[in-house]
């Protein structure tokens, strides 16, 4: 049984990374933008004068934070929307394919890029910037797979308020906004006040990005670092029950 479903969803993730290669517009976003935008952050670095971090650290933190938006979020969203809209889902519904095996199909390439992309850019990060070796690699492979979890299934609930695929950047807007702001990517959490900070450490990325860079600084005890993964399930938890209530299979009409 385990073979027939490692077989179809083989066969669905094949067939979903042809669609997304055809897609210029969404290869381009998935691949440069989490690429090019760790650049635009050192500037608020350097106006933040974090303390005790060094600039690699941070570097890589954004650059893996970009992946998980872009690489991820984003680009999926875009492509649930698109296989809705053009019947993709409902027909795949109408076959031997459960719905969690149609979702997590249509998610996989995109999931294994975000992954491929952040072990790339963590290598990239430690040699040319400095980064070092990380104290706590679990800590930042922990991170990594809940914010590449997270990512899918928050994607999934994004699309079912997405009426359109050209609508499909502006529905993943605030999420992205939010998250680059307030979840330690674009801006040091460091950086916040104290409330503040302590507000945005609840937002849906948080504790993921917070476990992939204090792999690197060590800073989480064991009590600091279970909090981050039991809200980051917990995250997880409230995304999917939302997406078994709330996703759309078919064109709105």
């Keep these: 049984?385990?073979?027939?479903?490692?077989?179809?969803?083989r066969a669905l993730a094949h067939a979903e990374l042809l669609l997304f290669g055809r897609n210029r517009s969404a290869v381009l976003?998935?691949?440069l933008v989490p690429?090019?935008?760790p650049v635009t952050v050192r500037p608020a670095v350097d106006r933040a004068g974090i303390k005790g971090i060094?600039?690699?650290?941070l570097m890589l933190t954004a650059a893996i934070g970009f992946s998980l938006l872009f690489a991820v979020y984003t680009s999926l969203v875009g492509a649930f929307v698109a296989r809705r809209e053009e019947?993709?889902?409902?027909?795949?519904?109408?076959?031997?394919?459960?719905d969690a095996e149609i979702l997590t199909g249509t998610a996989l390439p995109a999931v294994c890029l975000g992954l491929v992309q952040a072990l790339l850019l963590a290598t990239g990060c430690t040699v040319?910037?400095?980064?070092?070796?990380p104290r706590a690699p679990y800590l930042t492979l922990l991170g990594l797979l809940l914010g590449l979890l997270l990512s899918a299934a928050l994607a999934a609930l994004t699309s079912a308020f997405t009426g359109t695929t050209e609508s499909a950047q502006i529905t993943a807007l605030p999420l992205v906004l939010v998250s680059m702001t307030g979840s330690g990517i674009a801006l040091p959490a460091d950086a916040l006040s104290g409330r503040l900070a302590r507000i945005c450490e609840l937002l849906p990325l948080s504790p993921a990005v917070r476990l992939v860079r204090a792999g690197w600084t060590g800073e989480l005890g064991a009590g600091q670092a279970l909090g981050a993964v039991l809200t980051a399930l917990a995250w997880t938890v409230v995304a999917v029950f939302a997406v078994r209530r709330w996703f759309r299979w078919e064109p709105r009409r």
């Design 29 to 31: 976003t998935a691949l």
């Design 87 to 98: 019947l993709v889902l409902k027909r795949l519904r109408t076959g031997e394919l459960s």
């Design 54 to 57: 060094g600039l690699g650290t």
């Design 35 to 37: 690429l090019a935008l």
């Design 1 to 9: 049984m385990n073979t027939v479903i490692t077989a179809r969803l």
């Design 128 to 133: 040319l910037l400095g980064a070092g070796a």
